[in-house]
């Protein structure tokens, strides 16, 4: 398999990793908050957001592995330290976003999507998710290409 397909998969099996572990993450710090939720409840409020939440952020997962390969291939040095620092760039990035999705989420308010942007519990899980998907991601990448 390509690096490129190598890439995908280990980011898709990491995001999936997160999904996994939501459920207990949930209880450890105390923040109803779902990634799952977000993005399958942006599509459906139906009974498929929870599988169409897991496959929107394995594909987001995927293309954010094929990204990290080619940083990493670029940036050189241990690919478990750079997939962390990649993905704590990308949490730090994008977080502020989540104010926009605590205003316009078509399923704001619900159990699962709490307002998130202020909350520093919220920022505490996402930071533990981000790590989790960094982990695994350098974990799958160094044992299958290096």
């Given amino acids: 398999m390509s690096p490129t397909g190598r890439a995908a998969l280990a980011g898709a099996a990491a995001a999936t990793a997160w999904s996994l572990?939501?459920?207990i993450d949930r209880r450890v710090f105390g923040f109803p908050y779902s990634d799952v939720a977000l993005l399958g409840k942006a599509v459906t409020r139906g009974p498929?957001?929870?599988p169409l939440g897991v496959l929107a952020h394995a594909t987001n997962g995927a293309a954010?592995?094929?990204v990290f390969e080619r940083i990493d291939r670029r940036v050189g040095g241990s690919t478990m330290r750079n997939a962390i620092c990649f993905a704590m760039v990308e949490h730090i990035a994008l977080y502020p976003l989540t104010a926009i999705t605590d205003r316009r989420h078509p399923a704001r308010g619900d159990a699962d999507l709490p307002p998130l942007s202020r909350s520093v519990r919220g920022?505490?899980?996402a930071t533990?998710?981000?790590l989790l998907f960094g982990v695994v991601l350098g974990?799958?990448?160094r044992r299958s290409s290096r």
């Fill in 123 to 125: 920022f505490a899980q």
């Fill in 48 to 50: 498929l957001w929870r």
């Fill in 128 to 130: 533990f998710r981000h």
């Fill in 21 to 23: 572990v939501e459920p």
């Fill in 64 to 66: 954010a592995g094929v």
């Fill in 139 to 141: 974990a799958l990448l």
